[in-house]
């Protein structure tokens, strides 16, 4: 069974930090993946790519992150994370796990998902 748990959400005001956790689980194991990735949706918006890396250690950030955010990977750990600082109102969304073991078209395929944890940032 494969699984993906995301931990680490919460309550946070402007301009703090959080650290959010991704650990497989089951069948899953990081390293098999070709990439992982943290996702978001916000309430009435359409789910977005926050940040991704791959086997090889190469990152990726949606500019409204660059600078605030790092997502990193312990493949002994079987976990990914996500440190998120100088957090902003705007950030507050449900944050998903994603990983891929699939490339179609030149796109990843990202076919495993997480469940979600919420980040909650106040002004």
């Known amino acids: 069974q494969v699984q993906l748990v995301e931990s680490g959400g919460g309550l946070v005001q402007t301009g703090g930090s959080l650290s959010l956790s991704c650990a497989a689980s089951g069948s899953l194991i990081i390293f098999t993946f070709n990439a992982m990735a943290w996702y978001r949706q916000a309430p009435g918006k359409q789910r977005e790519l926050v940040a991704s890396i791959t086997n090889s250690g190469s990152t990726n950030y949606a500019d409204s992150v660059k600078g605030r955010f790092t997502i990193s990977r312990d493949n002994a750990k079987n976990t990914v994370y996500l440190q998120m600082n100088s957090l902003k109102p705007e950030d507050t969304a449900v944050y998903y796990c994603?990983?891929?073991?699939?490339?179609?078209?030149?796109?990843?395929?990202?076919?495993?998902w997480g469940l979600g944890t919420q980040v909650t940032v106040s002004s």
């Open positions: 994603a990983a891929s073991r699939r490339v179609v078209a030149g796109t990843r395929q990202y076919d495993y």
